[in-house]
């Protein structure tokens, strides 16, 4: 499944993106923005072997960010993937909310 990440700008815990990318079963990845989640979500599909691909190819969206509700450009994301239906996750250092 082709996997679109968005997320905290300064976010760079590959790690826990790698953990995400396996556990939802990616098969690609969309990058839904340029800043941190998605520089660091780039770098780990390298490495994993995963091929970028068009985020409107995306049947889910993956979120990295510990202050949510704070944000204003990853929250508008999530709730637009969930109006299409999409799968959604939020992943953070507290732990994993799926919407």
Known sequence: MIVAICGDRRWSDAAL???ALRD????GVALLDAGGACRTASAV???MG?????PADARRV??????IDNSTVT????AD???RGRGVSLYS???????
């Open 17 to 19: 993106i790698w953990a």
């Open 24 to 27: 939802v079963g990616a098969t």
């Open 45 to 47: 599909a390298e490495a």
């Open 50 to 54: 995963l091929p970028l691909a068009p």
């Open 62 to 67: 993956v979120a990295f960010h510990d202050y």
């Open 75 to 78: 929250r508008a994301a999530l």
């Open 81 to 83: 993937a969930k109006s």
């Open 93 to 99: 250092h507290l732990g994993i909310e799926e919407f």
